[in-house]
């Protein structure tokens, strides 16, 4: 189990630098998010099965050993997320913990069928505009056991500073992080960005749409200057302004 650091640490521990990092899958562009302090290094999702050599070599370019690589964060369960998780652990010299939301962690351990493969979700449109060398991938998606429960408006377990925000709506277990010392909000799925603004989920994407924008509110909240959307990089500037004209559409 991970250990909390000792009361007196944790002022060092909290401080968290982070990263954006750009990884081009060729088709589409993804931006799982590097967090580090002195002790540990955090991976926020995965990207597509394939993309280690490319997270390493992020992680190098951002002057952190992929050996302190301590926890790997799901926001959820989508492919683009979880499709490298069995390969860092496998590439890993310790044993990572894995985070994920209670709904979404069956399927990341492979014991449901993905949701947007199952029954309606995955309409024949859908299906057709697959690439052909991805589709063995959906059809057997990698899993990997889960090792820690998300919990809303918790702190991250072993990791404080960082504080667990449910948003579902894109999935049933969609989760997005706030890292306080930073007013910086990780957004998974649950925003998108287009050229440095903020945009809503995307409907195609999301299973619930109501829902997902009953969760984008939940971020006026927060103290946020800047959003990192896994699709579309990082938003700043007004940022309660452009969430304010999201939820009104």
Not at 39 to 59: I, R
Not at 71 to 95: C, F, V, W, Y
Not at 203 to 213: I, V
Request: with cysteine.
């Amino acid at each position: 189990m991970v250990k909390y650091p000792k009361k007196e640490e944790n002022k060092m521990e909290s401080q968290w630098n982070f990263s954006a990092l750009k990884i081009d899958l060729g088709s589409f562009t993804i931006f799982p998010t590097l967090l580090w302090n002195k002790t540990n290094a955090l991976l926020v999702d995965t990207g597509m099965p394939g993309t280690l050599p490319a997270l390493q070599k992020a992680f190098a370019e951002n002057d952190v050993p992929f050996e302190k690589l301590s926890a790997i964060i799901l926001t959820h369960q989508d492919l683009d997320h979880i499709g490298s998780l069995p390969e860092l652990m496998e590439a890993s010299n310790k044993r990572l913990a894995v985070f994920a939301h209670e709904l979404d962690k069956p399927y990341i351990e492979g014991t449901k069928l993905l949701n947007k493969l199952s029954g309606e979700n995955l309409t024949a449109e859908k299906w057709a505009s697959i690439p052909d060398s991805l589709k063995p991938f959906y059809e057997n998606p990698p899993s990997a056991d889960v090792t820690h429960l998300l919990t809303d408006k918790a702190e991250l377990e072993g990791y404080p500073g960082i504080e667990v925000i449910t948003t579902p709506g894109h999935t049933p277990g969609h989760v997005s992080l706030y890292i306080k010392d930073k007013k910086t909000l990780i957004a998974g799925d649950a925003l998108t960005c287009i050229d440095g603004k903020l945009a809503g989920p995307v409907p195609q994407h999301t299973l619930n749409m109501e829902e997902a924008l009953e969760s984008a509110a939940k971020f006026l909240h927060y103290d946020i200057d800047t959003v990192i959307c896994y699709h579309g990089g990082i938003a700043a500037g007004t940022i309660k302004k452009q969430l304010k004209a999201i939820i009104a559409k």
